[in-house]
């Protein structure tokens, strides 16, 4: 039998009671730090969703401008519909979310990727555009609402194109709002908003169009559905000292362009591969610009499929591509006139000075024939019938006399070689070669050169020469001012919204044409009227009947090269690389009101490609009293 020790069982106790002081005194210490942290370190953060639980600051998006052609006819405005929309402070598991709306339809399966790193680049209980809904699709998510926390419906305003492709190019569209894009806006005044303008006006007067975004405070549940909007629309502030704070909406715009023109030369390319610009030659404003084919900005408006965007970034025949400013094609014989006056401003030719053309030239001492496209020639001609005929002889010998530099400068005083500054963004500067210009653009020592036989291409508009569209535009106007410059605009007025004030823009006057005789610009300009007008004329059979004279030239820029001893055939050819055809007029020609320029690429010669164009968009433009408008 054994005694039990009492002062062994007491000191048993004791241990225990100070391991069981210990675990509570730790424990103690857990719970205060816990509480420490809950209620001085984390305090804003829980007060923030303590407040959230209650009330909520919902941003109220301004109504985006509407933009208006310089008649009043609406070019892009606004339309309701449902968005689906997410905020990241209260949704549980995202990738889940995602999947399950990407099950139902609501939305695109290729974008979850894109949607989570948008929504998580979103600050506490910002809301963030998943989708534009459909009816049916609102109806199906409504009915299934409270198994999405965090995800809700709101009603919009969507941006919508009246006139579809035919503007898209000059307007633009908007999309969503990327992660990229927010690096480069106000955040805070695009709270709520989800498009934002990505090419074209909708991009470039972004600041006009937005407009001030406004606040209101709601109170909401648990879930973050809304119970009630304290003091809405009052602009006074409620009891917690929140104002209610209205959004201002985005100023109008009045654009240039004339739509009935825009249609008419959408209508005149067809399903041609070109572009059209159209300038009023007295003040700059661009009167139309079309670059085909097109697409429909409203599927971006709406919200394109990856899967969608990629058939049109690889389409062969490229429609998101901006023919009109970042085109750029050898101006063919185009150039001739400028080429002409910059002769005349040189001496380096007379206007009654003769060349003999059997259809070829050959520089002193070389074999190599360069040809003329009237292979027996045209006989002796002058500056006007060279002109006239597109004699390319004749224009090999003014290369010669007046030297690649000269012939460099005479371009570059109408805008060649550089963008023309107009008011959105994309344009190709061309190139105006010169010696120094192959000096910097070649690495190798005999790359570098510049050889006579260079000089002798570039006076017909061939060789290193490239040009866009509006550059030919520009010039044209230029010429039909003579010599005046103004800087292309799109954007002519804004107009307040509230108020319906306009307030117009004025032209942007450029450095004029220097150094030009006055009976210089009518020997090209009566030359040009020569080549629409005169049995010889280039583009006489396509503008046969018009009401109106016009000055005119034609162009053909080769796309490969012909052996000197082979003719061009052009059925033989790949329709990808056959010839661009392109045309530049202004009318009328005593006193112009338009000047344009057409290409149409791999369409053969500028008379019969080209000029047919131009014919249909200056008949339209004098018929403007007759000529309706297709109605959006």
């Not at 609406?74 to 399950?100: C, F, G, H, M, Y």
């Not at 654009?255 to 159209?278: F, I, P």
């Not at 014989?333 to 053309?357: G, H, I, Q, W």
Request: aromatic share 8%; hydrophobic share 40%; net charge negative.
């Amino acid at each position: 039998m054994k005694l039990k020790d009492p002062w062994q069982e007491q000191r048993l106790f004791l241990s225990r009671v100070i391991a069981a002081g210990i675990v509570v005194l730790l424990l103690a210490g857990v719970l205060v730090v816990r509480l420490v942290q809950l209620q001085i370190l984390d305090y804003e953060r829980f007060a923030e969703l303590s407040q959230g639980n209650r009330y909520r600051i919902d941003p109220l998006p301004p109504t985006r401008g509407i933009i208006y052609d310089r008649n009043g006819f609406v070019i892009a405005e606004n339309r309701p519909n449902w968005e689906l929309v997410a905020t990241a402070e209260q949704i549980d598991d995202l990738d889940r979310t995602l999947k399950s709306l990407a099950d139902l339809g609501l939305v695109d399966p290729g974008e979850r990727d894109e949607l989570r790193k948008l929504i998580r680049s979103h600050r506490g209980f910002e809301r963030v555009k998943l989708s534009n809904l459909t009816e049916e699709q609102a109806a199906t998510f409504a009915v299934r609402r409270h198994l999405f926390s965090g995800v809700d419906i709101q009603e919009a305003l969507s941006r919508y194109y009246p006139y579809g492709e035919v503007s898209a190019h000059a307007i633009g569209y908007v999309g969503s709002i990327s992660a990229a894009d927010l690096e480069r806006i106000d955040r805070s005044n695009y709270a709520g908003t989800s498009h934002i303008g990505k090419t074209g006006i909708e991009r470039a007067y972004e600041g006009r169009l937005h407009g001030q975004v406004g606040y209101r405070q709601l109170v909401v549940n648990a879930q973050g559905r809304v119970i009630d909007v304290i003091g809405a629309g009052t602009g006074l502030a409620d009891s917690s000292g929140v104002a209610t704070k209205l959004p201002e909406p985005g100023q109008n715009v009045v654009l240039s362009l004339d739509m009935r023109l825009q249609l008419a030369a959408q209508e005149a390319l067809q399903d041609m591969r070109g572009a059209v610009v159209a300038i009023d030659p007295r003040n700059g404003d661009v009167l139309a610009l079309v670059s085909t084919p097109s697409f429909d900005p409203n599927r971006f408006a709406a919200g394109l499929s990856r899967t969608d965007y990629n058939a049109l970034t690889t389409d062969p025949d490229k429609p998101l591509y901006n023919r009109a400013l970042a085109g750029t094609y050898p101006p063919g014989s185009t150039v001739k006139p400028f080429l002409a006056l910059a002769a005349l401003e040189n001496e380096a030719m007379t206007p009654d000075e003769e060349r003999y053309c059997p259809g070829h030239y050959r520089l002193p001492g070389q074999t190599h024939r360069y040809r003329d496209w009237r292979p027996q020639g045209h006989g002796n001609v002058d500056m006007h019938d060279a002109i006239v005929q597109s004699c390319d002889v004749y224009f090999y010998h003014l290369a010669v006399a007046m030297g690649i530099d000269a012939m460099a400068e005479g371009l570059r005083q109408f805008g060649f070689g550089a963008p023309v500054g107009l008011d959105i963004s994309g344009e190709n500067s061309g190139v105006v070669p010169s010696r120094e210009w192959k000096q910097k653009q070649f690495a190798r020592r005999e790359d570098k050169v510049w050889f006579p036989g260079e000089t002798v291409i570039t006076g017909i508009g061939q060789g290193y020469t490239l040009v866009t569209p509006v550059q030919l535009a520009h010039a044209s106007a230029t010429l039909a001012a003579r010599g005046q410059r103004f800087a292309p605009r799109l954007l002519i007025g804004t107009e307040d919204p509230l108020t319906r004030e306009v307030v117009h823009m004025d032209p942007r006057p450029l450095p004029s044409v220097p150094d030009q005789e006055p009976e210089h610009w009518q020997i090209v300009i009566d030359a040009m009227v020569g080549v629409t007008a005169e049995p010889r004329g280039s583009a006489r059979a396509p503008m046969q009947g018009t009401t109106y004279s016009v000055a005119g030239k034609t162009g053909t820029a080769q796309v490969i090269g012909i052996a000197q001893d082979e003719r061009y055939r052009e059925e033989e050819i790949d329709e990808r690389l056959r010839d661009h055809g392109l045309f530049i007029a202004f009318a009328p020609a005593e006193a112009p009101r338009i000047a344009l320029s057409v290409v149409v690429e791999n369409g053969g010669g500028g008379s019969r490609a080209a000029a047919p164009v131009a014919r249909k968009i200056l008949d339209a433009y004098f018929a403007a009293e007759s000529y309706v408008a297709r109605e959006p």
